[in-house]
């Protein structure tokens, strides 16, 4: 027994020790990344595209940097390139570090060049492949990259429509990370996000909005700053909302994505999703996270509060998959929030009155004799 008792020791006292060394790595928050990472842009920085923009059937997972051919990209932090690839598609000429020390992927694409480095790397590949379409796997050892190291030069390569950079930050499982939450004052913004649309729509056989079982969508009326309202509206059983807004900054012509949205019931958390962070793997299951139907239709992107089955994203936290139950006589205090990544919020309040669709009745086509 006492033979065991310390066999029990010294494990535990070793998975103690395996603890608290994963816990810095694996647990560090992006303010502890904030003056340890460079950003790869040195100029003044303008951003054309932001992390969670709806594109066409995905996700974006990084930001979108404006530049021309000049315009020098350099390394985020120390470690190797784990990829780097040069292609007419996609990303075209890309360049993906590692970094061992934090446990993070820093991708830099759409690069009009390489560096002379880096450059003489991957032509030496070229010829051996007889192509210029590479995408090459190196050996730690083989291309270490410093901190501020030239990378190359914003371009236009590959699914481009316009010179700029396209810049990731993975973790190690493959999830994107909204680069702006390493990079607090790298764009100003005390603007809030612009609530555009509420939609409503019935989630069960029996829910009804006015009476009737169809979608029902209504121009968010602004109410002082950054509020903003709705009607009351009548419904019955299961119902879900939508929302359709944008995100805006201080000195910027572009809209963005708000990347965070929830709803409250009588002051509950009902439904939340969050885009500032999602496995990479799940960027084109964006039509399950939007009102595709309506989307084909019309253009237009509303964003569900709720999750229907078989959505199966990571960025939801959410009480019975989102969906509200209206009882009749029930009247319930909505509210939406909308957040962009610098803690700016626009909220919208309405109220769900519950009412009973009327009973139908049954009426003969005939008279008994």
Do not use: W
């Not at 056989?205 to 009351?232: C, D, F, M, V, W």
């Not at 909308?338 to 009973?356: C, E, I, P, Q, R």
Request: one cysteine or more; proline letters at 6%.
């Amino acid at each position: 027994m006492p033979f065991a008792s310390s066999r029990f020791i010294q494990l535990v006292f070793i998975c103690y020790l395996l603890v608290i060394h994963t816990i810095p790595l694996f647990a560090q928050t992006p303010q502890y990344f904030k003056d340890k990472y460079q950003f790869p842009i040195s100029t003044p920085v303008y951003l054309t595209g932001n992390m969670g923009e709806i594109r066409p059937n995905h996700f974006h997972a990084g930001l979108d940097v404006l530049g021309d051919s000049r315009t020098p990209v350099y390394a985020t932090y120390d470690g190797y390139i784990g990829r780097i690839k040069a292609s007419t598609y996609g990303y075209g000429n890309v360049i993906y570090i590692t970094h061992p020390t934090t446990n993070h992927i820093t991708v830099y694409a759409h690069l009009s060049r390489f560096s002379s480095t880096i450059g003489q790397y991957v032509r030496k590949k070229q010829y051996e492949a007889t192509s210029f379409e590479v995408d090459l796997y190196p050996q730690p050892q083989e291309v270490p990259i410093k901190k501020g190291q030239l990378l190359g030069y914003v371009g236009n390569t590959g699914a481009s429509f316009g010179a700029h950079l396209h810049y990731e930050i993975r973790n190690g499982n493959e999830a994107a990370l909204n680069p702006l939450l390493f990079f607090e004052n790298l764009v100003q913004d005390r603007l809030a996000p612009i609530i555009q649309n509420i939609g409503i729509v019935p989630l069960s056989p029996e829910a009804r909005l006015s009476g009737k079982y169809q979608e029902q969508r209504y121009q968010a009326r602004k109410q002082g700053n950054n509020h903003y309202t709705i009607p009351t509206i009548q419904a019955y059983g299961a119902i879900g909302f939508e929302l359709r807004t944008y995100d805006i900054a201080n000195q910027a012509s572009n809209t963005y994505a708000t990347t965070k949205a929830l709803i409250k019931v009588d002051g509950k958390t009902l439904f939340q999703y969050d885009i500032n962070n999602y496995p990479m793997d799940e960027a084109y299951a964006m039509n399950a996270h939007i009102n595709y139907p309506f989307y084909k239709k019309t253009r237009l992107s509303y964003q569900k509060l709720y999750s229907t089955d078989g959505n199966y994203l990571d960025i939801y936290q959410h009480k019975n998959q989102g969906k509200l139950r209206v009882k009749a006589g029930q009247l319930y205090d909505i509210l939406i929030e909308a957040h962009d990544v610098h803690g700016n919020v626009s909220t919208v309040a309405f109220k769900v009155k519950g009412v009973a669709p009327p009973k139908a009745q049954f009426v003969p086509d005939y008279s008994p004799s």
